[in-house]
């Protein structure tokens, strides 16, 4: 798999270049990123795609010196169970006090 990236959206792509994985991340303001949606072909479901990508962003985004706000469910679980990963976001008790409260399904269920 191989890992593609931009400003606003980063994507894994299969061995054939076809896109099995995004993860939305556009800059809300200088130096500061919303993880606004997190989507896996359910082909893949289960093999812990999702988690690689957002380590994979969370990574790039800690040595560009790059915060992140969360908005996608999937996102808040994430930094919830990585809390080695709390030093990027832009407001760490805020993000984790969303993850206790947040109750609803995680996305990246949708495909298309």
């Not at 076809?18 to 479901?45: K, S």
């Amino acid at each position: 798999m191989n890992i593609h990236n931009n400003r606003q959206c980063t994507w894994l792509e299969d061995e054939n270049g076809v896109r099995i994985a995004l993860l939305d991340h556009p800059e809300v303001r200088p130096g500061v990123v919303n993880f606004v949606h997190t989507e896996v072909d359910p082909a893949l479901n289960g093999q812990g795609i999702a988690g690689k990508l957002t380590r994979a962003v969370a990574e790039r985004l800690r040595a560009e010196g790059v915060k992140a706000e969360l908005s996608c469910s999937y996102s808040v679980r994430w930094f919830a169970r990585h809390p080695e990963f709390s030093d990027i976001l832009a407001d760490p008790e805020a993000e984790a006090r969303r993850a206790q409260e947040y109750g609803g399904p995680a996305c990246g269920l949708r495909w298309g």
